[in-house]
């Protein structure tokens, strides 16, 4: 259907019953970014200057490095241009695009994820042909499928979004562009968008749930099984850090696009979790909980601190 708006421009409102806190919102939200990126970068810098970390696990922690540093790109340098006190107006192609690299970049890491579960479950329950069925090949090929159907979802729900028309106000009544808030904008019956958009968005972090819990099912009957104590502990080490992200990832959509009746103000402070907070906790929770990840973090900095003047 041809696209009959006359909005060229929306403006983006911020976070509900926030008036008066934007230098303090600001210097906040700015430091929870600069963290993420810098906590991510190191993770980043790790993993490819140790040879130790070329193994499929960190090839998949790289990549979930990589979407945590863009994740938070998608939404952040606009709330906090508008934070400083200048324009709140976002075009129109801004906002398909914030709502598009949102649920590509979401949907990706949510199948990451999943995949990352998977290795896990390779590496534990079949560790002697693990570097087999793990192979370069097999890591790649599931490496480009999480970006791959991460687009596929992201097109669909911004075309569904934006084919609709919007003719009416442009107050954006949030700080970023998503579906529930452009829904509103729109001068056309929603109800059956948002019944697909509700499948949708539900549906993918449900069936990764469901892949990821059947996993952990096999790891942890397989983890009872080793004899050793040490090794019984680093194997719940390695899987409870995984599961942590996880849950810190997953519950906050479960929350904001499940949920009955919304909240603009929960939905807002779930979301700012979900885009800040969770991307500069993972290198955290990964580094903190591995001795191999420490270590060569250890190194980075060191080089780094000793690195000889020209």
Known sequence: ???????TVFILLGIPHTEDLETML?????????????GNLLILLAIISSTRLHTPMYFFLCKLSMCDIFFPSVSSPKMLFYLSGNSRVISYAGCVSQLFFYHFLGCTECFLYTVMAYDRFVAIC?????????????????????????????????????????????????YFCDIPVMLKLACADTSALEMVGFISVGLTPLSCF???????SCIVSSILQIQSTEGRYRAFSTCSAHLTVIL??????????????PNPWLNATVQVVNNLVTPMLNPLIYSLRNKEVKYSLRKVLQQVAFLPEK
Request: proline letters at 6%.
């Open 1 to 7: 259907m041809r696209n009959a708006s006359v909005v």
């Open 26 to 38: 600001f210097v906040l939200f700015l430091s929870f970014y600069i963290f993420t990126l810098m």
């Open 126 to 174: 079949y560790p002697l042909r693990y570097t087999i069925i793990m192979s370069h090949r097999v890591c790649a090929i599931l490496a480009i499928g999480t970006s791959f159907f991460g687009c596929i979802q992201a097109t669909i729900l911004t075309t569904l979004t934006f084919q609709l028309p919007y003719c009416g106000p442009n107050e954006v009544d949030y």
């Open 210 to 216: 469901l892949l990821i819990l059947t996993s952990y």
């Open 248 to 261: 810190l990832s997953l519950m906050p959509v479960v929350l904001i696009y499940l949920q009955p009746t």
